[in-house]
């Protein structure tokens, strides 16, 4: 399965466009004032290539939801330069921005309105940017998502966990991003849900050429879908590899290693359930 995970990436790389999609540096950030501030990033850099699916992983509170955040625009206190397409990132949230540059988060239960239908839902961002033919945009995207049209009257808690993270991926979708930012998209979710969500990720890449950022604890996860990874501790980043790299054990730092030793055994499972793309 190794072999394979290398071969899809390689093909993958090959048709990936070598300019810059997203172009993080020197980002700093900290929460609170005076003795009470706590800097969780620390002069961050990274680069994700148009086309690219880029990872980034590391343990809990390293810092890796903070950087997608920063770039969606959630956090706005940041210091540093931040760049998508080329075009550098204001602190504030512009429409414009909203429209390039969407986020999918962890939890399908929380991200959804409990009163609004799913219709509602992808109508909405429509709606806000004043974008038209919104029936056929929210039916085509159904379809895109693996959902079919009867969803659209329906609430979010009449779907299942990965109906749900499947309309979260639709509503990141609706504004036609380049960017996706994906924070754990399944780890809500049960072992053979995740791969159904993995491979819809990937199959949506494919067919858009959109760029993806992922956050993960998982390495299965990673060597399933990135290129390129990130390792984060303490708000740092450790070192950046490619997967073949990180797949093969060939991780430069001892922190890597571990993190690789320990996801082994999800990693063989996941790779029985995830299709090859
Ligand atoms: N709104 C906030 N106010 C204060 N501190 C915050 C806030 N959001 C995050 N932090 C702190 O920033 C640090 C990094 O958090 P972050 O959520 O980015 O970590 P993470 O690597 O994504 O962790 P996990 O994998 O558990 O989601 C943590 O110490 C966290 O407590």
Redesign the pocket.
């Known amino acids: 399965m190794k072999t394979e995970a290398i071969t899809i990436k390689t093909r993958a790389e090959e048709s990936m466009n070598a300019q810059t999609m997203i172009d993080v540096r020197h980002l700093n950030l900290h929460?609170?004032e005076g003795n009470k501030q706590?800097q969780?990033l620390f002069d961050v850099n990274f680069t994700v290539g148009k086309g690219e699916i880029y990872g980034l992983v590391?343990e809990?509170?390293?810092?890796?939801?903070?950087?997608l955040k920063c770039l969606a625009g959630l956090f706005t206190h940041w210091q540093g330069e931040l760049q998508l397409n080329g075009t550098p990132l204001t602190h504030n949230l512009s429409p414009a921005r909203c429209r390039q540059v969407q986020m999918v988060f962890q939890d399908p239960y929380g991200s959804l309105h409990p009163r609004h239908t799913i219709g509602d839902i992808l109508e909405e961002p429509l709606a806000i940017h004043r974008i038209g033919e919104r029936e056929r945009r929210i039916s085509q995207l159904l379809d895109k998502v693996g959902l079919s049209r009867t969803f659209r009257d329906r609430y979010p808690h009449q779907l299942s966990g990965g109906q749900r993270q499947r309309v979260a991926i639709a509503r990141a979708l609706i504004l036609e991003p380049q960017v996706l930012l994906l924070d754990?998209p399944t780890s809500a979710l049960d072992v053979s849900v995740q791969a159904e969500i993995l491979n819809l990720l990937a199959q949506l890449h494919q067919e858009a050429g959109l760029t993806y950022l992922l956050?993960t604890?998982d390495l299965g996860v990673i060597a399933h879908l990135c290129h390129r990874v990130a390792v984060?501790q303490h708000?740092r980043i450790l070192e950046t590899l490619p997967i073949e790299q990180l797949v093969s054990g060939k991780a430069d730092s001892p922190y890597t290693q571990m993190l690789v030793q320990g996801s082994q055994r999800y990693s063989r499972e996941m790779a029985q359930l995830v299709a090859v793309f």
């Open positions: 929460f609170g706590n969780v590391g809990s509170g390293s810092g890796k939801t903070t950087v754990e956050v604890h984060m708000g």
